[in-house]
Structures are given as structure tokens and as C-alpha cells.
T-cell receptor, first 116, second 110 residues
Framework: GAVVSQHPSRVICKSGTSVKIECRSL??????MFWYRQFPKQSLMLMATSNEGSKATYEQGVEKDKFLINHASLTLSTLTVTSAHPEDSSFYIC????????????FGPGTRLLVL | DQQVKQNSPSLSVQEGRISILNCDYT??????FLWYKKYPAEGPTFLIS?????DKNEDGRFTVFLNKSAKHLSLHIVPSQPGDSAVYFCAAISSEKLTFGTGTRLTIIP
């Protein structure tokens, strides 16, 4: 299957700092990428849809000023958690959708964020 | 409002037997359904999918059944193997957005 990478895989930061997470599609160009978060023992929840060259579309209840998404190229989307707080600690996962298989999303390995 | 539900948080099955994972949904606009397998601290891995116009799709040991009238789908794994132990999520697509179920932890007993 297609490969999607995320960096970093794990990050620990102090409260109030900002953290950037990168998501890359390694073997296909993705005009659309998605960002999810998963709390322990819960489902993956869609946070936002990232479209190359345009503004991201955020799901209800997700603060767009807190979770900044940039999709500057067809292979890279970034999620920046601004002024992180302990309640932002979670598992963040991105996915990328290839243009030839619109029903399929390939997921990255996820990023574990711990805010102290 | 949980639009995709997996009512069994866990399931244990003897190796070699059939594993049946169930999923119910409420949104009649979902037009495509998928099953993902997930290990801790990893992203989900795609297993199998089915379009809403079909009622069955088979791929090796995995078969997905869709009952639209009941808004229910199931994943059958046969024969079950120890490597199948993981958390399984069903997911549904509407307007190109993926909605995940709550997951079922499958444990295969050797």
C-alpha cells in the first residue's frame, strides 16, 4: 500500500509552547490530507480536512486558531498545535487520499503528543 | 452523536475459528464502508471495503457483509490467526469524510 509518514513520532513539550507535526505522502501526490486525533480507548475523530493550496476545513468544535494546518505542497501537510495545554495531549494521525482512489485513505503512523 | 458504533469493545476467538466483528451506523448518506486494523501507537491499516451498492466483498480470509436495511455491516475473518489480534475499526464515508467507529479489540487465543 501507499506510504504516509509523520514526524515526529513522539513529542513532549511544556505548556504554552507550539508544536509542529508533519505529514508526508511518500509515493503519491495528495491533494487532500486529513488530520485526526485519538484519545485513549476512543475512536479516531476527524479534526480537519487539508486541501493543497487552500484553507483547511475544520470540523465543528475544533479551534482553527489553535490547530493551524498548512498544505503547501502535494506531498506535505503540517499541523501546528499553538500554545499547547495538557488537555491537548493526544495521539494525532494524518491520512492522505490518492487522487485515483477517492474512497481510500492511507494513514500515517501517528504522533504522540504529551504536554506537561 | 456517534454515527458509527461498534457495540462490542472486545472479542476473544480461538485460533482457527471464525471472528465476526459487527458495526452499526445511523447515517443513511454513508455510501462506502471500510474496515481498518490498528496496533497501539500506530496508524490504522486498511483491510477491506465495500460500496453501499453491494452486500458482500471478499478478500482472502476477510469478508465484509453489508445489510443496508438494518444499517449493519460485519467483518468475518476465517480462519483466525494470532497475528489478527489488534483493534479493528469500521469506518464510513459520506461527502468524502471518514467517520470511525469506536473499535473492537480482537484477541486470538492460540
Amino acid at each position: 500500500g501507499a506510504v504516509v509518514s509523520q514526524h515526529p513520532s513522539r513529542v513532549i513539550c511544556k505548556s504554552g509552547t507550539s508544536v509542529k507535526i508533519e505529514c508526508r505522502s511518500l509515493d503519491f501526490q495528495a491533494t487532500t490530507m486529513f488530520w485526526y486525533r485519538q484519545f485513549p480507548k476512543q475512536s479516531l475523530m476527524l479534526m480537519a480536512t487539508s486541501n493543497e493550496g487552500s484553507k483547511a476545513t475544520y470540523e465543528q468544535g475544533v479551534e482553527k486558531d489553535k490547530f493551524l494546518i498548512n498544505h503547501a505542497s502535494l506531498t506535505l501537510s503540517t499541523l501546528t498545535v499553538t500554545s499547547a495545554h495538557p488537555e491537548d495531549s493526544s495521539f494525532y494521525i494524518c491520512s492522505a487520499r490518492p487522487p485515483t482512489a477517492r474512497e481510500t485513505q492511507y494513514f500515517g503512523p501517528g504522533t504522540r503528543l504529551l504536554v506537561l | 452523536d456517534q454515527q458509527v458504533k461498534q457495540n462490542s469493545p472486545s472479542l476473544s476467538v480461538q485460533e482457527g475459528r471464525i471472528s465476526i466483528l459487527n458495526c452499526d451506523y445511523t447515517n443513511s448518506m454513508f455510501d462506502y464502508f471500510l474496515w481498518y486494523k490498528k496496533y497501539p501507537a500506530e496508524g490504522p491499516t486498511f483491510l477491506i471495503s465495500i460500496s453501499s451498492i453491494k452486500d458482500k466483498n471478499e478478500d482472502g480470509r476477510f469478508t465484509v457483509f453489508l445489510n443496508k436495511s438494518a444499517k449493519h455491516l460485519s467483518l468475518h475473518i476465517v480462519p483466525s490467526q494470532p497475528g489478527d489480534s489488534a483493534v479493528y475499526f469500521c469506518a464510513a464515508i459520506s461527502s468524502e469524510k471518514l467517520t470511525f467507529g469506536t473499535g473492537t479489540r480482537l484477541t486470538i487465543i492460540p
